[in-house]
């Protein structure tokens, strides 16, 4: 059974940083993309990042370029997120999703999900 | 970048038809995935590639691609289809995935 378990989120202050984390079970990891997407309180669903089953090709939002790191260590079978220049509008529930394929592609969706963990960015 | 377009909610009586769409510039040359969210729940892939449904999804859920619209079609609705639904695709210009706004469906 495919099980995505995330951790790491918690509340913030501005400008301050989070590392989120993802681990994967029930599955061959490193054979498959990662990605990260994030729903805001009472908002639509956001893709933030993806990454490659080998980690060697990244993609970001717009809204998160420069400052969110995607990563992952497939010895450990886990996914990473590390989130940095914190913004309020960065709060959101924050969702791994497993992709299709190895790579990214153009027809790329998600067939299993995490449960979530919430960043809540305020002072 | 790419825009996907849902309306925010369609209404439908139980046994009915429920059809959402999703509009993109020549959406029908990509490839549409549906996902269903109840209130609290991690999302669920419904259908995928236009029209396949992943195993274990009833056979009321459809879906269908064409032209600037993708269609996802809830046949003889029930109350636990109650709830929002979202489109995604690739979009290869901005090496993005991007999500419709989302659609809430209520069962009346």
């Known amino acids: 059974e495919v099980q995505l378990l995330e951790s790491g989120g918690g509340l913030v202050q501005p400008g301050g940083s989070l590392r989120l984390s993802c681990a994967a079970s029930?599955?061959?990891?490193?054979?498959?993309?990662m990605t990260w997407v994030r729903q805001a309180p009472g908002k639509g669903l956001e893709w933030v990042s993806a990454?490659?089953?080998?980690?060697?090709?990244?993609y970001y939002a717009d809204s998160v370029k420069g400052r969110f790191t995607i990563s992952r260590d497939n010895s450990k079978n886990t996914l990473y997120l590390q989130m940095n220049s914190l913004r309020a509008e960065d709060t959101a529930v924050y969702y791994c999703a497993k992709d299709r394929r190895p790579t990214v592609t153009t027809v790329g969706y998600f067939d299993y999900w995490g449960q979530g963990t919430l960043v809540s960015v305020s002072s | 970048s790419y825009v996907l377009t849902q309306p925010p909610s369609v209404s439908v009586a139980p046994g009915q038809t429920a059809r959402i769409t999703c509009g993109g510039s020549?959406?029908?040359?990509?490839?549409v995935h549906w996902y269903q969210q109840k209130p609290g729940q991690a999302p669920v892939l419904v259908v995928y590639d236009d029209s396949d449904r992943p195993s274990g999804i009833p056979e009321r859920f459809s879906g269908s691609n064409s032209g600037n619209t993708a269609t996802l079609t809830i046949s003889r609705v029930e109350a636990g289809d109650e709830a929002d639904y979202y489109c995604?695709?690739?979009?290869?210009?901005?090496?993005?995935?991007?999500f419709g706004s989302g659609t809430k469906v209520t069962v009346i």
């Open positions: 020549n959406i029908g040359s990509k490839s």
């Open positions: 990454i490659s089953g080998s980690g060697g090709s990244t």
């Open positions: 995604q695709v690739w979009d290869s210009s901005s090496d993005h995935y991007v």
């Open positions: 029930g599955f061959t990891f490193s054979s498959y993309a």
